[in-house]
């Protein structure tokens, strides 16, 4: 089976670090075990101090970035100062509830956008006793409008010197039927349509960021990798297709996403822990690939974590509702989890001539 010999850098990053201690334990135990390299944090997490003393202990803290959050828990700011952004509650609005404010005729306000990423930096800086310079958006609110322009000029300003772009080609490969949308549907902000929308919004945000000097991955994968769709098989998959099969950056390739899709092809003789799949074969890479290029960059977006606890195990006896929602609560954090540490995904990194890398070597 032909492969590229150029090395290719991969950035594995754990979100949401913080939310609560159990995810936070998941999140450190894959980068001290499986191939997680990176992490962003939400600085309104149930445990801020101790989730930045875990990361300083075990080396985390220097692959530490901001997941910057205007969509659940409470604000850091006053709420009085971002009403948009806040319900009569004085918390967030909810994935949903921000998202169909943001497209209603009341919409949201860039000013309450900016102040509350400024004040989620200075609070990330006071934690960490650093700037941050990565920095992204929980549920992916950095790229779209209203607010995408201003998420990438206070970056821009405040010398945060790269983000997250998901434009995720093998999960919008997977679909044929066309992508329909209505903002003030609350169904388009979950689920398909939602990721969907993602992908797509992506390119375009790129180039917002780009232009004002905030640079992202050459390529992004991790929507297609959630929850149970996070295996060994899968991984190791898209390890051999990303880069082997289109290895130019974005950037150089056309925005239309039908025109660079990325089937998964067989996986390498050998691994003990996934099942074979010998549906495709992997493309040669181009020819026109000049190998002496600086290698290109992928972001594989995870979720990893333990599971919270029910009260009577140890778990929290009264839940929050952003710290121990239903997301952490799922068998799913561990299922990612484990596929970050599996055996036969860090054989595929090396098989495959990848090499682990992090946000601040892009």
Same mark, same amino acid.
């Given at each position: 089976m032909p492969?590229?010999?150029?090395?290719h850098r991969i950035v594995v990053t754990g979100d949401d670090y913080g939310v609560n201690p159990r995810r936070t334990q998941g999140i450190i135990k894959g980068f001290k075990e499986g191939i997680l390299t990176d992490a962003i944090m939400l600085v309104n997490g149930e445990d801020p101090e101790g989730s930045v003393a875990a990361a300083r202990e075990c080396g985390l803290i220097s692959h530490l970035g901001l997941h910057v959050n205007l969509t659940e828990g409470v604000p850091v700011s006053p709420p009085n100062t971002i009403p948009s952004l806040v319900g009569t509650n004085g918390r967030f609005l909810g994935k949903v509830g921000f998202f169909l404010r943001a497209h209603s005729e009341a919409g949201i306000s860039t000013e309450d956008v900016k102040t509350e990423i400024l004040a989620q930096i200075k609070k990330f800086t006071q934690l960490t006793q650093f700037a941050p310079t990565h920095a992204d958006g929980h549920h992916f609110v950095h790229i779209f409008e209203p607010v995408v322009d201003t998420f990438a000029k206070v970056f821009a300003s405040e010398s945060i010197r790269t983000t997250r772009i998901p434009e995720d080609l093998a999960y919008l490969s997977s679909f044929t039927s066309p992508h329909q949308f209505t903002s003030n549907d609350a169904t388009c902000w979950n689920g398909e349509s939602f990721y969907r929308t993602v992908?797509? =919004?992506?390119?375009?945000?790129?180039?917002?960021?780009?232009?004002?000097?905030?640079?992202s991955t050459d390529k992004y994968t991790g929507i297609c990798l959630m929850g149970k769709d996070s295996t060994p098989q899968r991984l190791t998959s898209l390890l051999r297709s990303v880069f082997t099969t289109h290895l130019l950056p974005l950037t150089e390739q056309t925005t239309s996403a039908t025109s660079t899709l990325m089937e998964p092809p067989s996986l390498p003789n050998g691994n003990q822990n996934s099942e074979n799949n010998t549906d495709c074969e992997t493309e040669s890479p181009p020819s026109d690939v000049d190998t002496n290029k600086e290698a290109p960059t992928i972001e594989i977006m995870a979720h990893p974590g333990l599971m919270v606890l029910p009260p009577h195990e140890g778990g929290p006896k009264q839940k929050d509702e952003f710290w121990h929602c239903y997301f952490s609560c799922l068998e799913d954090r561990e299922q990612e989890l484990s596929t970050l540490m599996d055996v036969g995904?860090?054989?595929?990194? =090396?098989?495959n001539s990848h090499e682990l890398s992090h946000w601040a070597a892009v």
């Open positions: 492969t590229s010999n150029r090395r992908a797509k =919004l992506a390119n375009p945000a790129r180039h917002k960021y780009v232009s004002l000097g905030v640079q995904v860090k054989k595929a990194l =090396l098989e």
